[in-house]
């Protein structure tokens, strides 16, 4: 199965600045997630965006989709500490009915205060 | 609403011995899917649930089982356990139908020595 893959694998920034994450993928898709982990917790969805969408926003996440590309962002504006965590885009396969997310390894992302 | 509920939160395991691991997802969700998360492999995904019937399942050995009760908790079984199974289990709960972001539990620390 396909899987996301994230760039950069860390990214360190100052708060206030803004964070840009990108995620490619090889094959066609009919969605693409964007989750967050605090270290050694639990996954939290952050937006999903469909395949015929090629922009969302959710407060101060906007996430991008080429499909041409193939490849998403995520982008973080005025970042705060709070936001530091891993961020992990999912694709999706649909076997059996049902869309399994497929994640990339994430990009790490710090906020100095 | 309650989360979705892992239990227990840390594990000791000596090689050799089994474990189950115990989920609850959200009330009303009827799909709940498991991934290993470790640092070599990132999050891989290891089988899916719905209606207590298991829909998919990810490239793993047979020692990894799992099952879901009439109330949609889920429970997952690793046998004859390796050093290499030390890892975050992860748990997440959906509807299952249609295309939906996931909640994912807070995981189960499984350290095996």
């Known amino acids: 199965s396909q899987q996301g893959e994230e760039d950069p694998q860390a990214l360190s920034i100052q708060e206030g600045e803004n964070a840009t994450m990108n995620c490619s993928y090889k094959t066609s898709i009919n969605n693409l997630q964007w989750y967050r982990q605090n270290s050694g917790r639990g996954l939290v969805h952050l937006i999903l965006?469909?395949?015929?969408?090629r922009e969302k926003h959710s407060g101060r996440l906007r996430v991008t989709l080429d499909t041409s590309k193939k490849s998403s962002s995520l982008l973080i504006t005025a970042s705060r500490a709070a936001d530091t965590a891993s961020y992990f885009c999912a694709t999706d396969s649909t076997s059996g009915g049902s869309y399994i997310p497929t994640f990339g390894r994430g990009t790490s992302l710090i906020v100095h205060p | 609403k309650a989360g979705v509920t892992q239990t227990p939160r840390y594990l000791i395991k000596t090689r050799g011995q089994q474990v189950t691991l115990s989920c609850s997802p959200i009330?009303?969700?009827?799909?709940v899917s498991w991934y290993q998360q470790t640092p070599g492999q990132g999050l891989q995904f290891l089988f899916e649930?719905?209606?207590?019937?298991?829909?998919n399942k990810g490239n793993f050995p047979g020692r990894f089982s799992g099952r879901q009760f009439s109330n949609s908790r889920s429970e997952m079984n690793v046998s004859t356990l390796e050093l290499g199974d030390s890892a975050l289990y992860l748990c997440?709960?959906?509807?299952?139908?249609?295309?939906?972001?996931?909640?994912f539990g807070s995981g189960t620390r499984l350290t095996v020595v």
């Open positions: 649930y719905f209606s207590e019937t298991q829909r």
């Open positions: 997440a709960s959906s509807s299952g139908q249609g295309v939906h972001g996931y909640t």
């Open positions: 965006i469909r395949s015929n969408e």
């Open positions: 009330s009303g969700h009827r799909s």
